[in-house]
């Protein structure tokens, strides 16, 4: 049947929810998951730019420290269940590119 599940997470309470589930229908299974989250881009008008571009890195920046934690707790829930499992955090805010 399924080999390979794909189980994207936002760190809601929903996606733990649809983690947990993905996990137990992983490991049901054995089969293997990527867990996934994706980063929203930071918008800014282009008359701000310049005065924002600090804001925008300090925004990204945490935002990738918050998905990877998101992850890393995700990795250690699979791992806790005995489902192989690897992580992707997609920056393009595009995953299906």
């Known amino acids: 049947m399924y080999q390979h599940i794909l189980i994207p997470i ?24 990527t867990i996934m989250t994706v980063l929203e881009s930071f918008h800014v008008p282009s008359s701000e730019g310049v005065r924002l571009a600090q804001v925008q890195k300090q925004f990204e920046r945490q935002a990738q420290e918050r998905a990877q934690r998101w992850l890393d707790a995700a990795a250690a829930k699979a791992e806790a269940a005995g489902v192989s499992c690897q992580t992707l955090l997609c920056d393009q805010g595009q995953p299906y590119a």
Request: net charge neutral; proline share 0%.
């Open 10 to 33: 936002d760190g809601s309470d929903l996606s733990q929810i649809g983690l947990t589930q993905g996990l137990a229908l992983a490991q049901a299974l054995r089969a293997r998951a």
